[in-house]
C-alpha cells in the first residue's frame, strides 16, 4: 500500500516500477569474505532480502571475492550460516564475484577498444600524486593517449603474467578534471600474482571493487543495488560502467545509512585485534556484535528483526542504543520463554520445622502470563538455596527480603519466617535457618496476610550445578570506546563466570541454544560451544531492569 510510513528505498521502488523502469525486483547482499558479519551486515541482509520479499522478486547471496588476499573459507562458511539464521532465503541463489572474471575481461577489452581504458605505468605513487585534491583537478597520464593496439597488447600481456605485481593498471579514460575524484581515471585492474580460492591461478589480473561490482549486479538481473553511503561517491562510476559495458536493463545503486551503535565494536579489524590478541574466545564470543556472537549469546533472529526495523531506513547517519537491542530480545522472549528457578549467588536456607527427608513436587506455571504454556512440576524440600543478597543480617529501611524475624513468600511455595542464622569465622553467612506456615501452600496464606517480599529458591538435593556466564560490554563505556592512540578502552569486569550456580533439575537437561527467563535475573541461553550433553552452560543474554524507554 501507500502508507506513509514507507521509507524512501521502498519509494523509490514503487516509482520505478510504476515508471516501467523494472518490472520486477531483485536484490543481493555483496559480503566481501574477509571475517564475521556483525549487526550492522544484518541491516543490509534484512533490508536487500525484505526488498525482494516484498515486492515478489529475488534475492541473490554473492560472494564478493575479488580481492584473493583477503578471503578465507571459514568467513564463507561462517556468513552462510548468518544469513540463513536470519531467515535470509536466497534459495539457490549463491554466487561468487569470481564466477565473472572472464566477463569483466570481456568487458575490459571492449572499454579499450571504445577508448575507454587504456593501460598505465605510473607507480602507486606517481598515481596518487597525479590524481590531484579536491581543489586541483587531476594530471594526464602519459600513457593516457596509446593506440588501442597497443593497449590491447598490453592488456593482454598483462592477463599472461609478463608484469610484475604493481608495474601497470588498466584505467578507465574518463576525466581528470572531474570534481569526482573517483571518476579521474580510475583503476579497473591490477596486476596479482596471486592463487585465488576459485579461479586457482588461471589469472594473475584482478578487476577493482568500483569496475567488477555493476559488472556482477548486470549480470545476475539485479534491479536495485542496495548499498551503504560511503558508495555515493562512487555512484557516478558505478553508471558510467555499466553504460559503457553497454548492460542491458542495468541495475540502479540506491544508498542508505550505516547502521552504528553507540559504544560498541563493531569495526571488523577490532573485532580481529581482540580474537588475534586471545581477548575474547573468537569471533563469535557473546560479548561481541558479530551475528554469531549475538546467537551464541542467545538472541534471535526476530529479535534483531525488530532491531533493524526500529532503528528505520534512511540516508541520514545516526547511532543506535544497545539497550534497545537488549529491548527487542526482551519483547520476543518474554512471552515465550519458561520462567525457571535458578540461584546465581547461592546460600542455604534450611526450614527447621519441614519434615526432614522429605520431597515434595509443586506444580509451578511455566509462564504466568502464558497460560498455554503449562506447568512443570519442581521439587521443594526442607533445604534450599536462596540468593545471598535476599538475606541481610541489619537490612536498611524498605528491605523486604529475608532478615531476622521477618516473613516472606518463597515463590510458588510457602511463607517462612527467618529464625536465625549461620556465620563462619570471617563473618560470612553459610547457613540461614526459617519455619515455614504449611498453610500458605502455593505462596498464599489463609488468613489473609501479606508479606511484603518474594524471593526465588531451588531445592538443594535435587539442584543441578551449572555454570553461568554474565557479560558486560567488553568496552568501558565511561572512557568511551577508543584511546588516544586508537586502542579500545577494555572492560575488565566484561565476564563474570560463575562455576556453580544451583539450577532446578530441569536446566540440566537443556541443550544448545535453548532459552528461558531465570526469575528476577534474566534471560539466559545455554551455550553452543561448552556445553556439554547434561552440563549445560549458560549465557545472560540480558538482565530484566531496562534503561531503554520506546
Ligand atoms: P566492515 O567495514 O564493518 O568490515 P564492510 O562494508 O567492509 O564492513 P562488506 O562485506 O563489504 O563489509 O559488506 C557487505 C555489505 O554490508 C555492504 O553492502 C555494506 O554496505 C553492508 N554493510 C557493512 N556494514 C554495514 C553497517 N554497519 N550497516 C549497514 N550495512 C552495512
Ligand atoms: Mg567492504
Ligand atoms: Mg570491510
Not at 581477548?279 to 557473546?286: A, F, H, K, R, T
Not at 512471552?335 to 509443586?362: C, F, H, S
Request: net charge negative.
Amino acid at each position: 500500500g501507500n502508507t506513509p510510513s514507507r521509507h524512501f528505498i521502498e519509494q523509490a521502488i514503487d516509482k520505478d516500477l510504476k515508471d516501467g523502469v523494472y518490472d520486477h525486483v531483485h536484490t543481493r547482499f555483496p559480503p566481501e569474505p574477509n571475517g564475521f558479519l556483525h549487526i550492522g551486515h544484518a541491516k543490509s541482509i534484512l533490508l536487500n532480502y525484505g526488498m525482494a520479499k516484498e515486492y515478489g522478486g529475488k534475492f541473490n547471496l554473492r560472494f564478493d571475492d575479488t580481492n584473493p588476499t583477503k578471503e578465507k573459507a571459514e568467513f564463507m562458511d561462517s556468513i552462510i550460516e548468518d544469513v540463513k539464521w536470519l531467515g535470509a532465503d536466497y534459495e539457490d541463489r549463491l554466487f561468487h564475484a569470481s564466477d565473472y572474471f572472464d566477463e569483466m575481461y570481456e568487458d575490459a577489452i571492449k572499454l579499450i577498444k571504445k577508448g575507454k581504458a587504456y593501460v598505465s605505468e605510473l607507480s602507486a605513487d606517481e598515481m596518487r600524486e597525479y590524481r590531484g585534491t579536491l581543489t586541483e583537478p587531476g594530471k594526464e597520464d602519459p600513457n593516457r593517449n596509446r593506440s588501442v593496439e597497443e593497449n590491447l597488447k598490453l592488456f593482454e600481456d598483462m592477463k599472461n603474467g609478463k608484469f610484475e605485481d604493481g608495474s601497470v593498471t588498466l584505467r578507465a579514460k574518463i576525466d581528470m578534471a572531474s570534481p569526482n575524484i573517483n571518476m579521474r581515471d580510475p583503476i579497473i585492474y591490477r596486476v596479482a600474482h596471486m592463487t585465488h580460492a576459485r579461479t586457482g591461478d588461471k589469472w594473475c589480473i584482478y578487476p577493482m571493487y568500483d569496475f567488477a561490482h555493476p559488472i556482477e549486479d548486470a549480470i545476475e538481473g539485479i534491479t536495485h543495488s542496495l548499498c551503504t553511503l560511503e558508495f555515493e561517491d562512487h555512484r557516478p562510476l558505478y553508471d558510467w560502467v555499466k553504460e559503457e559495458c553497454e548492460y542491458k536493463n542495468p541495475p540502479r545503486q540506491i544508498e542508505f545509512a550505516k547502521l552504528y551503535l553507540n559504544n560498541v565494536v563493531t569495526g571488523k579489524r577490532y573485532i580481529k585485534r581482540l580474537v588475534e590478541d586471545g581477548i575474547v574466545d573468537g569471533w563469535d564470543d557473546p560479548r561481541l556484535v558479530t551475528i554469531a556472537s549475538l546467537r551464541r549469546r542467545g538472541f534471535t533472529p526476530e529479535s534483531i528483526k525488530m532491531f533493524v526495523d526500529m532503528c528505520g531506513i534512511s540516508k541520514a547517519n545516526s547511532t543506535a542504543e544497545y539497550a534497545m537491542l537488549e529491548y527487542c530480545i526482551r519483547e520476543d522472549l518474554k512471552l515465550k520463554a519458561k520462567r525457571m528457578l535458578a540461584i546465581l549467588d547461592p546460600v542455604k536456607l534450611v526450614i527447621d520445622n519441614y519434615p526432614e527427608g522429605q520431597t515434595e513436587y509443586l506444580d509451578i506455571e511455566n509462564n504466568k502470563e502464558v497460560p498455554e504454556m503449562g506447568s512443570r512440576k519442581v521439587p521443594f524440600g526442607r533445604e534450599l538455596y536462596i540468593e545471598r543478597e535476599d538475606f541481610m543480617e541489619e537490612p536498611p529501611k524498605k528491605y523486604f527480603r529475608l532478615f531476622p524475624g521477618n516473613e516472606v513468600r518463597l515463590m510458588n511455595a510457602y511463607f517462612v519466617t527467618c529464625t536465625s542464622f549461620v556465620k563462619d569465622e570471617n563473618g560470612k553467612v553459610t547457613e540461614i535457618h526459617c519455619t515455614y506456615d504449611p498453610e500458605t501452600k502455593g505462596g498464599d496464606s489463609a488468613d489473609g496476610r501479606k508479606v511484603k517480599g518474594t524471593i526465588h529458591w531451588v531445592a538443594a538435593k535435587e539442584a543441578v550445578n551449572c555454570e553461568v556466564r554474565l557479560y558486560e560490554n567488553i568496552i568501558d563505556e565511561e572512557k568511551g570506546v577508543y584511546n588516544e592512540d586508537g586502542s579500545l578502552n577494555l572492560n575488565p569486569h566484561s565476564i563474570t563466570v560463575i562455576k556453580d550456580a544451583k539450577l532446578e533439575p530441569e536446566l540440566g537437561e537443556a541443550v544448545a541454544y535453548d532459552k528461558f527467563q531465570f526469575v528476577r535475573n534474566g534471560f539466559f541461553s545455554v551455550d553452543s560451544k561448552d556445553s556439554k550433553p547434561g552440563a549445560p552452560v549458560f549465557n545472560r543474554i540480558v538482565s530484566l531492569k531496562s534503561s531503554f524507554v520506546l
